[in-house]
């Protein structure tokens, strides 16, 4: 399948995106991991962008677009892919579309994860992530604790709150969603992509609404 997944910080697009991701071998492909591992490695473009990263500022879209040309082509995405965080402006998915004409690549659909902000609020300040740049897992200390406290399942890096997840951070966050990336969802509605999914439950409600639409297309 190839999927954007549209939503708020917090909505559930990293969680959705894996769990889609073991279903059909597609790929999953969040720009917020490709971004945070540039930090942790301190590459050129990892200097760049940490301080942006740091504050919940987006990231500039021509910075953007240069990764996504490349990850696009990469071999892996030839059996779909599941864009978790991008595009995140209105220039991007405007990007993004000529991207696509120019690879011969056509979008099934983009999910809008739909959640109420006291819910949003709730899940980000109570989210940990694996520390480790090529793991990256995430856990809730509330409703899917690691086994062992502060330890990654999967990997046994220390888990950590991201550096963006302080409360003044992910309130700016907020805000730049609202400004910056909910007017994807009439971008997309206009280009007759959109789905609306309520993701306030569980990931299976959501995988059970993105499933039923893929059949019927
Ligand atoms: P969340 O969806 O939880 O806010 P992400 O991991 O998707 O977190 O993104 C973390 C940060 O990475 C963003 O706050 C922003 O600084 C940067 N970023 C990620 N994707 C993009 C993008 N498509 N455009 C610009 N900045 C981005
Ligand atoms: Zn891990």
Redesign the pocket.
Known sequence: MKLILL?????G??TVAKLLAEMDGSVQI???????GAVTAGTELGKQ?ES??K???????E??MDI?EQRLQEPDCEKGFLL??????IP?AEALKGLLAKLGIELDMAVNLEVAREVILDR?TT?RTCSNSDCQAIYNVKSNPSRQAGICDKCGSPVIQ?D?ETAE?ISH?LQ??VEKTAPLIGFYEKEGLLLTVDAAGPSETVLAAIGAKLAAA
Do not use: E, H, N, W
């Open positions: 939503g708020a910080p917090g909505a697009k990293g969040s720009t917020g991991d490709i971004l945070r962008i942006l990263m504050s919940g500022d987006l990231v500039p879209d910075l953007i996504m978790d965080g991008f595009p995140r402006t991007q980000l989210r991201r963006d951070a966050r730049t969603y």
